[in-house]
């Protein structure tokens, strides 16, 4: 098979879809690896890096994709991208279709294949190619988090770890998966006092079991969660549906019940966003203000650390990759429940059912 990596161009996106490493295994297995000049140089992997495993150097992003059996990504394609897509093609990447209906009938027209990361699972239940990449965004969060609770940067002037005689900060967490246990742990590392709330008794049982006193538990509803957001600082947003929009957890008449400089990270934006005032932001300009409320909700998150994104991610999508190169994709789906889940629109139907409720359509209109 012949695998392309362009370059990604979603605004400040760094990460590149395999490495060299993964190259040399690609290669290793006879296909032939396209990979865009400079497509790795965000991430730390250059050109001659990728010639060294054995990949060829093509100067366009059209080329790539006009001679690739299968695109091997990390982000959405951008609508500069779309005419580019081959009826057939494989489109190995993230998706996110529920959070965007152009992307969703524009992937309907180019009678793609399209896999996406965020739904491939495993038998237990887990999104196994999502994990890293909300591992990295839950600990981010609080990073990004920190940095725009500062005054200059229009938040409240709270230090989460607070100083000897100073409370410390406090986070409010919404969903106790990956993003919420990863965020809980950062906030916790710098000393900060954490609620994490969950609808699932057994992650919350989890949490207690594994997290330090000063991390605690609480059920979600919406009478818990308007009583934290007037006192918590920083507001982790970490709710995930699989392959579905993510629901309205904070609305916008909650913000007024807010503190001013309150920070609010939505790491769900990717799915919509689970607070009604997100809307997608980039790492160059990263936050908005709502009723005094600092919004930031970046939707590529982890771009922001592309060489630990990219060997994150790459060191699971690649086993993946190499089944779908070496079986074609049919095989590799028929035999590998797991990446079969990953299907989401073939040859121009949609066969991933939460795409079809996001945006209210008939099975029958697709």
Known sequence: MIIGIPKEIKN?????????????????????????SNAGDGSGFFNNDYLKAGAIILDTIVEVYS?????????????????????????????????????TKAMIKSK??????????????????????????GRLAIQQGAKYLEKPVKGRGVLLGGVPGVAP????????????????????????HVTIMDINMK??????????????????????????????DLIIGGVLLKGAKAPN????????????????????VDQGGCVETTRPTTHEDPVYIIDDVVHYSVANMPGAVPYTSTIALTN????????????????????????????N???????????????GWEKTLV
Not at 120 to 129: A, I, Q, R, S, Y
Not at 259 to 266: L, S
Request: contains cysteine; charged residues 20%; proline residues 4%.
């Open 169 to 192: 900060g406090k986070v409010l967490v919404l969903g106790a998966g990956v993003v919420g246990i990863q965020a809980a742990k950062m906030a916790a590392g710098l000393g900060a």
């Open 12 to 36: 400040n996106e760094s990460r590149v879809g395999i490495t060299p490493a993964g190259v040399f295994e690609l290669v290793k297995n006879n296909h032939t690896v396209y990979v865009q």
């Open 249 to 268: 957890l904070i609305t916008r008449d909650m913000l007024k019940e807010m503190r001013p400089g309150t920070v609010i990270v939505d790491v769900a």
């Open 112 to 137: 793609a294949i399209c896999i996406a990361y965020e739904t491939v699972e495993d038998e237990e239940g887990t999104l196994p190619l999502l994990t890293p990449m909300s591992e990295v965004a």
């Open 345 to 359: 629109i073939i040859s121009g139907k949609i066969v991933y059912d939460e795409i079809i409720r996001a945006f």
């Open 67 to 103: 001679m690739s059996d299968m695109i091997v990504k990390v982000k959405e394609p951008i609508a500069e991208e779309y005419d580019l897509i081959q009826e057939g093609q494989i489109l190995f990447t993230f998706f996110h279709f529920a959070s965007s209906e152009p992307l």
């Open 316 to 343: 699971v999508t690649l086993p993946y990759a190499l089944k779908l190169a070496n079986m074609g994709w049919e095989a590799a789906c028929e035999k590998d429940a797991c990446l079969k889940k990953g299907l």
């Open 203 to 232: 992650r919350l049982r989890y949490v207690n079991d594994v997290m330090p006193p000063h991390v605690v538990t609480e059920f979600s509803n919406e009478f818990n969660i308007r009583k934290h957001i007037k006192t918590h």
